[in-house]
């Protein structure tokens, strides 16, 4: 699958700093999905694609409409979970899939003043495509599980893991 590292002997937190890719990792009746990059916001880009790339082929798909999402959280690991939970609910109610992900954290005063002075924000522009013009290759995902779910900043990079359950 494309980002899927080469071996299982290289966990994300020892690659080079400017690479970011995703890989799944073998999990009883679930997906696994690990991601890096050399931000969080790259990292958990590469954590939706990751989690897309479990289910659907993304190799021939063409990008369409950009959609726009903001998800907030307390945590790095609220923000993760949330961004995956709004592709699944893209997923079951649009029936589209990203196909390219950009996450980036808004720097203006005014986008802090939306949420709680504690929570943090990510906005995040999802590429697209209807689900019915790649080639599924398994179960589609029904949610996050919050259990091992983690978000890590290295000197490497960030890395960030999550259990998808399908």
């Known amino acids: 699958m494309p980002g899927d590292a ?14 970011r890719g995703h890989r ?10 690990e991601a890096w990059g050399t931000s969080r916001e790259e990292c958990l880009a590469e954590a939706v694609l990751g989690m897309v790339e479990c289910f659907a082929d ?11 999402v903001r ?7 609220d923000l993760l979970a949330a961004l995956l939970e709004e ?3 893209r997923l079951e109610v649009h029936g ?4 390219r992900v950009e996450a980036a954290s808004p720097e203006s005063a005014a986008a802090s003043s939306a949420t709680a002075s504690t929570d943090e924000v990510l906005d995040v ?10 080639p ?12 091992e779910l983690s978000v890590a900043q290295a000197s490497e990079g960030w890395s960030c893991a999550v259990t998808v359950d399908v």
């Open 24 to 33: 799944t990792v073998p999990h009883t009746a679930d997906a696994r999905i």
């Open 136 to 147: 599924v290759t398994g179960a589609p995902p029904k949610g996050v599980s919050w259990n």
């Open 6 to 19: 080469d071996d299982d002997k290289h966990p994300p937190q020892q690659r080079a700093p400017q690479q």
């Open 71 to 77: 998800v907030t959280g307390r945590r790095d690991e």
């Open 125 to 134: 522009r999802m590429a697209v495509t209807d689900l019915g013009s790649v």
């Open 87 to 89: 592709v699944v609910f």
């Open 58 to 68: 993304l190799s021939g798909a063409e990008p369409g409409p950009v959609r726009q």
């Open 96 to 99: 589209e899939v990203p196909v």
